[in-house]
C-alpha cells in the first residue's frame, strides 16, 4: 500500500485520479476509445435499451437467460437462525420507496439492467441520521454514471474505488444530493451521491474492472446491420408484391408531350381499383421486379449466430427454430447454456452479497452475515431429483432433513414444524421397539432347537 498511499498524499485535490495517470478514458455512455488507428464510440444506454426494445432476438436471449437463472430456487444462508429471520423480514419489507417491490423484483430488475446495459445501480436507502438502511430502490441506468473530473475520467479516493456517482434529475432544489468533493464536474439538472449509497452490479467486467459490457453491446453492430439487411429485404418483398409499373408513351414515329404522359400517368394510378384503361397514345405498360440476392439469408445467418454468441444463448432457442436443430447439437448446446447460466448465477450471488447483504449486516447490525445462494441450473424433472434424494438418503450421503426443504419447496408445501417433530418421535419409538421383538422371535427359535 506503500506506493498508493504516498501517491494520495501528493495529490493536490485531496483525491486521486487513477484513471488519468494510466491513460484509460473510458465512459460507458459517450467514451471513446482507440487502439492502433482503429476508434470505436461505445453506444449510449439509450441505445441498448432501444436494441432490447426493437429486436425480437436480444429481447428472448436476455428474458430467457433471466429466466433460467430465477427459475431455479435460491437461498439467503446465515449460520444463525435469528439473522437469517432479520434478512427474511429485511426483503419482506422492501418496496416502501419507489415503485412497490418484493425480493423477486429487485432480483429480476438488477439482472435485466446487468444484461441490457452491463451495469446495474441500486440505492440504499438510509435514515435521516445515515445509520441504518431502510430500503432498497432501483436507479434507471440510464440516468447515472460514475464521478468524473472535466477530462472524463472517474475520480477515485486512496482505496481506488470510485468515490461516488453523479445522477441526472431534472430541476431540484439546491440542498438535493449530497455535498460533491472538488473535481468532480457536475451539471445543473444533476446531483451527487456518496459512493455508500450505490450498490453497483456489473455483467462482465474489462479493463480497469470499473467498465463493463452486457450481452447487447458486443453484438451492437452486427445487430444494426442485420436490421438495415432485414429492412432492404422487407421493402424488396413489398415490391414484389405491388409491383412497379411502368408505361412507355409513344413509339419512334409519335413523339408525346407532358399532357398525354400525365394522362397515362393518372390512368396507371387508378389501376389498383381499376381493371381497364384506355390510352389515346401508343402505350407500352410494364412490371419491375425487385431482385433479393442469394446472398441475404447467408449474411442474415452470420449476423445472427454473432449475436448469439455475444448473448450466450443458442440460435435455435433465441429465435424458437430449436426443430431445425439436430438433437445431439441442441443437447450440447443446452448443457453449455447452463454452464453459462450457471457461472453468471454465481457472480451475480457474489456480487450481491458484496453490495447488499453486507452493507446490511454492517449497518443494520444484524446477528451474522449472510450470503445468496443458487440451486444448481438444470432442466430436471422433479420425481428424478427426489428420486436421486431419497438415494442419497438411504446410503447415508445426506440426512433426511437436509433434502426435506428441497421437497418442501419444490410441492410448495407449508411446513408444519410440529406435526413434523410429533412424527420424528414415532418414529423413534417405533425403532426402539423392534429389536424387542427380534429378541423374542430370536429365544422362541433357540426354543424349537432345544426341543
Given at each position: 500500500?506503500g506506493f498508493?498511499?504516498s501517491?494520495?498524499n501528493?495529490?493536490?485535490k485531496?483525491?486521486?485520479?487513477?484513471?488519468?495517470?494510466i491513460e484509460e478514458?473510458?465512459?460507458?455512455?459517450?467514451g471513446?476509445s482507440s487502439?492502433s488507428?482503429y476508434?470505436y464510440?461505445r453506444?449510449t444506454?439509450?441505445?441498448?435499451?432501444r436494441?432490447?426494445?426493437?429486436?425480437?432476438?436480444?429481447f428472448?436471449?436476455i428474458n430467457k437467460t433471466?429466466?433460467?437463472i430465477?427459475?431455479?430456487?435460491r437461498?439467503?444462508?446465515?449460520?444463525?437462525?435469528?439473522a437469517?429471520?432479520?434478512?427474511?423480514?429485511?426483503?419482506?419489507?422492501?418496496?416502501?420507496?419507489g415503485?412497490?417491490m418484493?425480493?423477486?423484483d429487485?432480483?429480476?430488475?438488477?439482472?435485466?439492467?446487468?444484461?441490457?446495459?452491463?451495469y446495474?445501480?441500486?440505492?440504499r436507502?438510509?435514515?435521516?441520521?445515515?445509520?441504518?438502511?431502510l430500503?432498497?430502490k432501483?436507479?434507471?441506468?440510464?440516468l447515472?454514471d460514475?464521478?468524473?473530473?472535466?477530462?472524463?475520467n472517474?475520480?477515485?479516493?486512496?482505496?481506488?474505488?470510485p468515490?461516488g456517482?453523479?445522477m441526472?434529475?431534472?430541476?431540484?432544489?439546491?440542498?438535493m444530493g449530497?455535498?460533491y468533493?472538488?473535481g468532480v464536474?457536475?451539471?445543473?439538472?444533476q446531483?451527487?451521491?456518496?459512493?455508500?449509497r450505490i450498490?453497483?452490479?456489473?455483467c462482465?467486467?474489462?479493463?480497469n474492472?470499473?467498465?463493463?459490457?452486457?450481452?447487447?453491446e458486443?453484438?451492437y453492430?452486427?445487430i444494426k446491420?442485420?436490421h438495415?439487411?432485414?429492412?432492404s429485404?422487407?421493402n424488396?418483398?413489398y415490391n414484389?408484391?405491388?409491383?412497379h409499373i411502368i408505361?412507355y408513351?409513344?413509339?419512334?414515329?409519335i413523339?408525346t408531350?407532358e399532357?398525354?404522359?400525365k394522362?397515362?400517368l393518372?390512368?396507371?394510378?387508378?389501376?389498383s381499383y381499376n381493371?381497364?384503361?384506355?390510352?389515346s397514345?401508343?402505350?407500352?405498360i410494364?412490371?419491375?421486379?425487385?431482385?433479393i440476392s442469394?446472398?441475404?439469408s447467408?449474411?442474415?445467418?452470420?449476423l445472427?449466430i454473432?449475436?448469439s454468441?455475444?448473448?450466450?444463448?443458442?440460435?435455435?432457442?433465441?429465435?424458437?427454430?430449436?426443430?431445425?436443430?439436430n438433437?445431439?447439437?441442441l443437447?450440447?448446446?443446452?448443457?453449455l447454456?447452463?454452464?453459462?447460466?450457471?457461472?453468471?448465477?454465481?457472480?451475480?450471488a457474489l456480487?450481491?452479497k458484496?453490495?447488499i447483504?453486507?452493507?446490511?449486516?454492517?449497518?443494520?447490525?444484524?446477528d451474522?452475515?449472510a450470503?445468496?445462494?443458487f440451486?444448481?441450473i438444470?432442466?430436471?424433472?422433479?420425481?428424478a431429483k427426489?428420486?436421486r434424494?431419497?438415494k442419497?438418503?438411504e446410503?447415508?450421503?445426506?440426512c433426511?432433513e437436509?433434502?426435506r426443504e428441497?421437497?418442501l419447496i419444490s410441492?410448495?408445501l407449508i411446513?408444519?414444524?410440529?406435526?413434523?417433530?410429533e412424527?420424528?418421535?414415532?418414529?423413534?419409538?417405533?425403532?426402539?421397539?423392534?429389536?424387542?421383538?427380534?429378541?423374542?422371535?430370536?429365544?422362541?427359535?433357540k426354543?424349537n432347537k432345544?426341543?
Amino acid at each position: 500500500m506503500g506506493f498508493f498511499s504516498s501517491y494520495f498524499n501528493n495529490t493536490s485535490k485531496g483525491y486521486m485520479n487513477f484513471a488519468n495517470d494510466i491513460e484509460e478514458k473510458a465512459d460507458p455512455r459517450t467514451g471513446l476509445s482507440s487502439t492502433s488507428g482503429y476508434s470505436y464510440k461505445r453506444p449510449t444506454r439509450e441505445e441498448l435499451e432501444r436494441i432490447y426494445r426493437e429486436d425480437s432476438q436480444t429481447f428472448s436471449s436476455i428474458n430467457k437467460t433471466k429466466q433460467l437463472i430465477l427459475g431455479t430456487r435460491r437461498y439467503i444462508r446465515s449460520k444463525s437462525l435469528t439473522a437469517k429471520k432479520q434478512y427474511e423480514d429485511f426483503f419482506d419489507n422492501i418496496g416502501n420507496i419507489g415503485i412497490p417491490m418484493t425480493e423477486q423484483d429487485l432480483h429480476d430488475s438488477i439482472l435485466h439492467d446487468m444484461f441490457v446495459y452491463g451495469y446495474a445501480y441500486v440505492e440504499r436507502v438510509f435514515d435521516v441520521f445515515q445509520k441504518k438502511i431502510l430500503d432498497l430502490k432501483m436507479i434507471d441506468a440510464k440516468l447515472i454514471d460514475y464521478a468524473r473530473d472535466g477530462q472524463g475520467n472517474i475520480i477515485l479516493d486512496e482505496s481506488q474505488r470510485p468515490i461516488g456517482f453523479v445522477m441526472e434529475v431534472g430541476r431540484l432544489p439546491d440542498y438535493m444530493g449530497d455535498k460533491y468533493p472538488a473535481g468532480v464536474v457536475i451539471n445543473s439538472n444533476q446531483i451527487y451521491l456518496e459512493a455508500k449509497r450505490i450498490a453497483l452490479f456489473k455483467c462482465f467486467s474489462f479493463g480497469n474492472r470499473f467498465e463493463s459490457l452486457g450481452f447487447i453491446e458486443t453484438s451492437y453492430v452486427d445487430i444494426k446491420r442485420k436490421h438495415l439487411i432485414e429492412d432492404s429485404v422487407t421493402n424488396s418483398i413489398y415490391n414484389n408484391i405491388h409491383k412497379h409499373i411502368i408505361g412507355y408513351v409513344g413509339n419512334d414515329s409519335i413523339r408525346t408531350g407532358e399532357t398525354q404522359r400525365k394522362s397515362v400517368l393518372d390512368a396507371l394510378k387508378n389501376l389498383s381499383y381499376n381493371r381497364y384503361a384506355v390510352f389515346s397514345m401508343p402505350t407500352k405498360i410494364e412490371t419491375l421486379d425487385a431482385q433479393i440476392s442469394d446472398q441475404t439469408s447467408v449474411v442474415l445467418d452470420y449476423l445472427r449466430i454473432n449475436q448469439s454468441a455475444a448473448s450466450g444463448m443458442p440460435v435455435g432457442m433465441s429465435l424458437g427454430a430449436g426443430e431445425a436443430i439436430n438433437r445431439s447439437v441442441l443437447n450440447v448446446q443446452q448443457k453449455l447454456l447452463f454452464l453459462t447460466a450457471n457461472s453468471i448465477a454465481n457472480s451475480y450471488a457474489l456480487q450481491f452479497k458484496r453490495e447488499i447483504l453486507d452493507w446490511i449486516y454492517k449497518y443494520n447490525k444484524f446477528d451474522e452475515k449472510a450470503k445468496l445462494e443458487f440451486e444448481e441450473i438444470n432442466v430436471e424433472d422433479k420425481n428424478a431429483k427426489t428420486e436421486r434424494l431419497i438415494k442419497d438418503v438411504e446410503k447415508k450421503i445426506i440426512c433426511p432433513e437436509e433434502a426435506r426443504e428441497y421437497v418442501l419447496i419444490s410441492e410448495h408445501l407449508i411446513p408444519n414444524e410440529k406435526k413434523y417433530k410429533e412424527y420424528l418421535n414415532t418414529t423413534k419409538e417405533i425403532k426402539k421397539e423392534v429389536p424387542f421383538e427380534e429378541e423374542e422371535e430370536e429365544d422362541s427359535l433357540k426354543d424349537n432347537k432345544k426341543i
